[in-house]
């Protein structure tokens, strides 16, 4: 089986967009707040829009279940107040369940939470428990930046932030760190250097703190194959015995995993090679960042099954542990959904 943990609801339907974008216009001083129930979206709507995108990839392309959550880009936690992203946080979270119960063999919902800049973080918790325990969710997707580029969030290591670690951990629901919009795209593009900074920066912060002393059972997933951490593998070794902390693996390889969004053959052999193999699990993010055909290869650049196929690192049994093991290892509830399911 193959289970590709980083997938996102990018094709979702029309009306999603535009009910957001009254929202959006109501922050600033246009019109009346949007009523979330004249968003009418039917089965039919989503069907379409999964049968014709996302599940024809993935048969094309031979993987078999995805972790599906809200489209990052999609959170923009700076826009608006807490308020807003409850709201908000609230509709994408049961249109991604929706999809999961239209299709139980091929999709485990994930979550985003109602993060907001200058909010406590615990009050996200009450999401992350609906979204458990009312939808099934198997993950979330936490934001180290709710300012969207301003950084004005405390570091991940900070005890802010523990109610929800401490929901995670009792969940059994690892989380991925995943950045939204930036609020400045004069200066960065959102899924190029902010998403892959925001990664390296998320590592770094973990780096330099004791996290894990504190949330043993606690598991993060830093997307992107890690932004630039595998290629500067040296350079953080290096700052971790600067800081008098121990070496990567004993200091965070027992609680951060990478995934496979690397989108060319090279990227993907050195993340193979430099990152343990149980610290690896595969994810394509299809349909994402990157939607074309490489002309060099006459693949989409977003097929990632074939880089983590092709790669010389890994051997089949390895292999085997990026596309499932490692995933139901992870993620237990994924493991105990597809069990239930019989996978």
């Not at 049968?51 to 094309?60: F, I």
């Not at 060319?264 to 690896?280: F, M, R, S």
Request: hydrophobic fraction near 40%; include cysteine.
């Amino acid at each position: 089986m193959i289970i590709d943990i980083h997938g996102h609801y990018t094709t979702a339907p029309a009306q999603l967009g535009a009910w957001r974008d009254l929202q959006i216009a109501f922050t600033k001083g246009e019109g009346e707040a949007p009523d979330p129930a004249k968003l009418v979206i039917s089965d039919d709507d989503i069907r379409e829009t999964i049968e014709a995108n996302q599940l024809k990839l993935m048969n094309e392309r031979g993987s078999d279940v995805t972790v599906f959550s809200p489209r990052a880009s999609f959170m923009a936690h700076h826009i608006g107040d807490l308020a807003v992203s409850e709201s908000w946080a609230r509709i994408c979270n049961d249109l991604c369940a929706r999809v999961s119960e239209l299709f139980p063999d091929r999709f485990l919902m994930g979550a985003m939470l109602p993060q907001s800049p200058g909010a406590d973080p615990a009050t996200s918790v009450p999401e992350l428990v609906r979204a458990v325990e009312e939808l099934g969710a198997v993950t979330v997707n936490l934001n180290p930046d709710p300012s969207g580029g301003q950084w004005t969030a405390p570091p991940l290591t900070d005890k802010a932030w523990y109610p929800i670690y401490e929901k995670l951990v009792e969940y059994e629901v690892p989380a991925m760190v995943h950045v939204s919009t930036t609020c400045k795209p004069a200066q960065f593009h959102t899924t190029g250097d902010h998403y892959l900074g925001a990664d390296t920066t998320a590592f770094m912060q973990l780096l330099k703190g004791n996290l894990f002393a504190d949330f043993p059972d606690l598991k993060l997933v830093i997307p992107h194959g890690g932004g630039a951490v595998p290629y500067h593998w040296g350079r953080f070794r290096g700052l971790a015995m600067a800081l008098g902390q121990p070496e990567l693996e004993e200091h965070l390889l027992g609680n951060v995993y990478f995934d496979t969004c690397v989108y060319h053959q090279p990227g993907i052999d050195l993340l193979t090679d430099v990152i343990p193999v149980d610290n690896i699990l595969f994810a394509s993010e299809m349909i994402g960042a990157v939607r074309d055909i490489d002309p060099r290869t006459g693949h989409y650049f977003d097929d990632t099954k074939r880089y983590v196929d092709a790669t010389p690192n890994l051997t089949d049994e390895q292999r085997a542990s990026v596309f499932e093991t490692n995933a139901r290892r992870v993620y237990p509830r994924v493991d105990r959904a597809l069990a239930a399911r019989g996978l």
